[in-house]
């Protein structure tokens, strides 16, 4: 499954990096995130409990992010498991100032799940892919706008 979008965020490049990759940051912003723990500058374990559309189970797993050049970009290696199945993710992050002032941050990568949760069907779960991927981008976005407000 094929993952790609944009996102403005009010802040500079360099705040919106810092943002994109604060454990706790994410923790509040991403639905069902229970925690993420630091075992290195690059490498976090997840636990997440997820919810929709029938695809209802807790996962652990790996966040991962490598290629980084702080403000500008990087890749975010994602995998996980519970007994609903497995999935992985491989997404490229690209940071990019806006004219106007703020950050668009552009994503694209794609996703891989297998087990009971894979039958649920591709278009259900690409529709539940976007709907995890905006909440979180819209609860880094508040975040960002307490920044600058």
Same mark, same amino acid.
């Given at each position: 499954?094929?993952?790609?979008?944009?996102?403005?965020?009010? @802040?500079?490049?360099?705040?919106?990096?810092?943002?994109?990759?604060?454990?706790?940051?994410?923790?509040?912003?991403?639905?069902?995130?229970? #925690?993420?723990? !630091?075992?290195?500058? @690059?490498?976090?374990? !997840?636990?997440?409990?997820?919810?929709?559309?029938?695809?209802?189970?807790?996962?652990?797993?790996?966040?991962?992010?490598?290629?980084?050049?702080?403000?500008? +970009?990087?890749?975010?290696?994602?995998?996980?498991?519970?007994?609903?199945?497995?999935?992985? %993710?491989d997404v490229a992050v690209r940071l990019s100032e806006?004219?106007?002032?703020?950050?668009?941050?552009?994503?694209?990568?794609? %996703?891989?799940?297998?087990?009971?949760?894979?039958?649920?069907?591709?278009?259900?779960? #690409?529709?539940? !892919? +976007?709907?995890?991927?905006?909440?979180?981008?819209?609860?880094?976005?508040?975040?960002?706008?307490?920044?600058?407000?």
């Amino acid at each position: 499954m094929q993952i790609a979008g944009t996102k403005e965020f009010p @802040t500079n490049p360099e705040q919106t990096f810092e943002l994109l990759t604060n454990p706790d940051a994410i923790v509040q912003a991403m639905p069902g995130m229970k #925690s993420l723990q !630091a075992k290195s500058d @690059t490498l976090y374990e !997840a636990e997440m409990e997820v919810g929709v559309a029938g695809i209802k189970g807790s996962y652990q797993g790996t966040l991962e992010m490598l290629d980084v050049v702080p403000g500008e +970009r990087y890749r975010l290696k994602v995998s996980g498991e519970g007994a609903m199945g497995f999935m992985e %993710a491989d997404v490229a992050v690209r940071l990019s100032e806006l004219p106007a002032g703020g950050t668009e941050v552009a994503y694209e990568g794609e %996703a891989k799940v297998g087990g009971v949760v894979a039958g649920v069907g591709q278009r259900v779960l #690409s529709g539940v !892919a +976007r709907f995890l991927i905006n909440q979180f981008f819209n609860g880094l976005v508040k975040e960002a706008q307490r920044v600058v407000g």
